[in-house]
């Protein structure tokens, strides 16, 4: 290629390969000197070639290959070993000396095998023997002994970690799940904003300390630079609340990173025992109050199918009472025209692994109540997802037009036609409708939506008995909580005590009983879901 083309390839792409330089990098310096090598290589090639067709899949795969052996050669520079040595205070070094060991170190660790750098986050930060790690990692022991001596071998510094770099920057959290409680706007919910592990770590090195962008880039081990435009895109969508000092702090509630069974185990012994009282006291006053019910249309002869999801719906919103919070800082109010509170679960580890459970460590996963109503025809819903149902794709894929799709097929206006062939195969893949023509969903006429509603709420009687236990509960939560999330913990304690969790305890223990007969497979798709239309399906 001939130098003035080449002159003009590098300059078309000079900002991109600083950008990428950027990017791979812990500090700007770095940026530079690996964009020289960069800029280096890919001008030297272009000379060589007579003619590139993809010129820019051509500097990306030079950019990634001069990155590689980048690495490879500050990896080969020196090796110190951790232990054995007396490690000094940190004012015996020059502030640039200790900077440079600090890079040094962080790059060292960065490079580490994912097994390898987990296990040196293990042992040197949290001090565990490695007989937890080997069970932490589901290696043998004598595994985990050779990672550490590896690791060693590998390291660059000679001074301990902790006091030198952010967790976060050697073992990152990660999510395990993404909730909200609240309209998430045009976007699914916090999972599009975090689920980028950066940007979720981002976020997380805020939770229990406010930092400023130069602190959040120590803790993540990057540079300020590079998390700019982040840090600016998730202040602006809420997840990040910039504060005095121009640091930041989240109202995300983040999980705790450990967790007890012990207290999970007593937790579900009082729960166990709410949901007795509720199976005995309760749900005969849904059964009578269901019995009377106005027009619905069952899809099956088992009238239980409707008891049984009027008796989740209203024990999934029963709370204990008693603690008044004003909660309004903690949702998030994002340019997509979301206002929710985000709730993230993060990877945890178990701090009482030698404890055995006497109750079932079941996971009682409940999404909903979900409410969906048309403004074009009269047809409304609400709904729970549970592991009892087999309705796939839970709120994202409950969608207002199914049943304005649904109403159209009650009312005749959804012929066998090519125009209608995509709504009614979507009926059909989420089972409201059978091959037949069937409709394998409740509905009932508009106005039972009012008598359910109706029914009468769970006893003060019966909630006074748990309210010690709730508060009791809530208030040990909270203590795995920084300050911000405190008013958000307890209430939310306090309401999760009972709520969709009891609520499924009872529904087990009704079937466990055999007061219920167990639900067949076309029942799994109807049951916790209530059609309310001012016309119903027609009788067989």
Known sequence: MKKEKADAVITAYLEKIYGFAVKKSFSLAEAEELASDIVEEVYTSLLRRDEIYNVEGYIWRISEHTWAKYVSQKKKRVGVSLDGIEIPYEEDFLPENADNELMNLRLAIAYLTENRRRAVYLFYYENRSVRDIARALAMPEGTVKWHLNKARKELKEAYQMERKIGKLGINPVKAISFGHNGDPGSNRGPEDYLGDRLDLNIVYSCYFTPRTVEEIADELGVTPAF???????????????????????????????????????????????????????????????????????????????????????????????GVERDLSRYRIKTTAGGDFIAYIDLES???????????????????????????????????????????????????????????????????????????????????????????CVMVARNEVRDEIERIPSVSEDILRRFADAALEYAMTEARDYPPQMQDLIVCDNMYSFLGPTVALMTCDLLYERGVWKPLTGAEKVAVDLMVFSDTLPAKD
Not at 259 to 267: A, H, N, T
Not at 394 to 405: G, V
């Open 349 to 439: 580890t178990r701090t009482d692994s030698d404890y055995d459970p006497k109750n079932p460590q079941k996971n009682y996963w409940c999404c909903g109540t979900m409410d969906r109503g048309s403004g074009k025809y009269p047809v409304s819903s609400w709904s729970h997802d549970t592991y009892y149902t087999t309705r796939a794709g839970t709120w994202e894929n409950n969608l207002t037009s199914d049943y304005e799709a649904l109403y159209e097929f009650l009312t005749d206006q959804l012929s066998d036609t090519p125009a209608n062939a995509e709504k009614r195969k979507r009926l059909r893949d989420r089972g409201f409708v059978d091959d037949s023509g069937k409709v």
């Open 227 to 321: 998390l700019a435009e982040r840090i600016a895109k998730l202040e602006g969508n809420g997840f990040l609340v910039r504060e005095k000092g121009d640091r930041f702090t989240t109202y995300v509630r983040f999980s705790p990173l450990t967790c007890s069974v012990e207290r999970i185990d007593k937790l579900r012994e009082k729960q166990l025992e709410a949901a007795a009282v509720l199976a005995d006291e309760y749900r005969p006053i849904v059964r009578d109050a269901v019995s009377g019910l106005g027009e619905v249309y069952l899809p099956t002869d088992n009238r239980e199918l409707l008891e049984r999801t009027v008796l989740l719906h209203k024990l999934t919103g029963t709370c204990i009472k």
